[in-house]
């Protein structure tokens, strides 16, 4: 079950991970690994799913919002944030 974000809260996310690198325009930056980390570019509207609620949840637990690097850092091994991002991009 994935929680709401709050309006201040998903502004919060997108205003931190665009500040150091380009990204674009309805986008939002976040690293995914375990070891060595992978820039994805994410669409925002991502944020209001579910299951990448969940991701947003673990990453907060985990990390925090806030990631030196320019974007968020979500705790998941790289084939299982590709599946399901592959499965919202379908849906």
Request: include cysteine; charged fraction near 25%.
């Given at each position: ?8 809260l ?15 325009k ?7 690994g ?58």
């Amino acid at each position: 079950m994935g929680i709401r974000l709050a309006g201040s809260l998903a502004k919060q996310i997108l205003r931190r991970s665009s500040k150091s690198f380009d990204v674009p325009k309805g986008f939002l930056a976040v690293y995914v690994g375990e070891t060595e980390k992978k820039r994805y570019m994410v669409p925002v509207s991502y944020l209001n799913k579910p299951v990448f609620q969940d991701f947003l949840s673990k990453a907060e637990e985990e990390f925090g919002f806030d990631h030196p690097m320019g974007g968020l850092t979500i705790p998941c091994r790289e084939d299982t944030f590709i599946q399901v991002t592959s499965s919202l991009s379908r849906s």
